[in-house]
């Protein structure tokens, strides 16, 4: 298995300008969590899915954040405008409800943004 | 809200020492999940404790759960260079996948 994919892995923009960062999940799994880590706030669960539905956006911090998950294979987060504050690791994680995972999440690799 | 706690946060200790990282709780809760994180890279499951009184080992590290005191702790043994990263712990809530992490142990082992 590939394991959970993130792109891009890092992303540099300047304020003003729309991110947009992709998750592809382990096949099979039917949750989908976005999270944001950095030093000060640690790690932040921001939205998750649960076959495709978000369950959870409690922790997007604004509206200019926004996430889709138009189908089971593929995810979006979106920052529009960016501003530096945004600028965080953001961690994309999925999960299965059902079989031996007992709802053990896997982490993608992360996307390093970083807003000038 | 469940909340999650770990001390110490910051840890240096000598190669060939042992100690122990701890996580308490807020509420009820059926699992209890650790993690690792090296620097700059992303958390790797490490164990997955669902009942009281579960215990886990992999290598040097061994963690273990108890739902009535609301604290797991992950002991580490004759500690190695290896072992040197950031350990979380993750609380499941009732009813639902989601993860409530703690603030993470950050482990440095001195030769």
């Known amino acids: 298995d590939a394991g959970v994919i993130q792109s891009p892995r890092h992303e540099v923009t300047e304020m003003g300008q729309e991110v947009t960062l992709r998750c592809k999940p382990i096949s099979g799994h039917d949750y989908l969590f976005w999270y944001r880590q950095t030093m000060m706030r640690g790690l932040e669960l921001l939205i998750y899915f649960n076959n495709n539905v978000p369950i959870d956006d409690s922790g997007m911090p604004e509206d200019r954040f926004s996430a889709k998950m138009p189908n089971a294979s593929f995810s979006t987060l979106k920052i529009q405008p960016s501003e530096p504050r945004d600028s965080a690791v953001y961690f994309c994680?999925?999960?299965?409800?059902?079989?031996?995972?007992?709802?053990?999440?896997?982490f993608g690799p992360g996307t390093r943004l970083t807003v000038l | 809200e469940l909340k999650v706690e770990q001390n110490p946060l910051f840890l240096s200790m000598q190669e060939g020492k042992n100690y122990t990282i701890y996580c308490n709780y807020s509420?009820?809760?059926?699992?209890l999940y650790w993690y690792r994180q090296d620097p700059g890279k992303s958390l790797e499951s490490l164990f997955v404790l669902l009942s009281n009184g579960a215990v886990k080992q992999e290598g040097r590290l061994m963690a273990s759960l108890d739902t009535k005191a609301r604290l797991s702790t992950l002991h580490i043994t004759a500690a190695v260079h290896d072992l040197s990263a950031t350990y979380f712990c993750?609380?499941?809530?009732?009813?639902?996948?989601?993860?409530?992490f703690g603030t993470g142990t950050r482990l440095t082992i001195i030769p």
């Open positions: 994680a999925s999960t299965s409800s059902g079989g031996s995972s007992y709802n053990e999440q896997f």
């Open positions: 993750a609380v499941g809530g009732a009813g639902n996948e989601k993860l409530t």
């Open positions: 509420t009820t809760s059926d699992r």
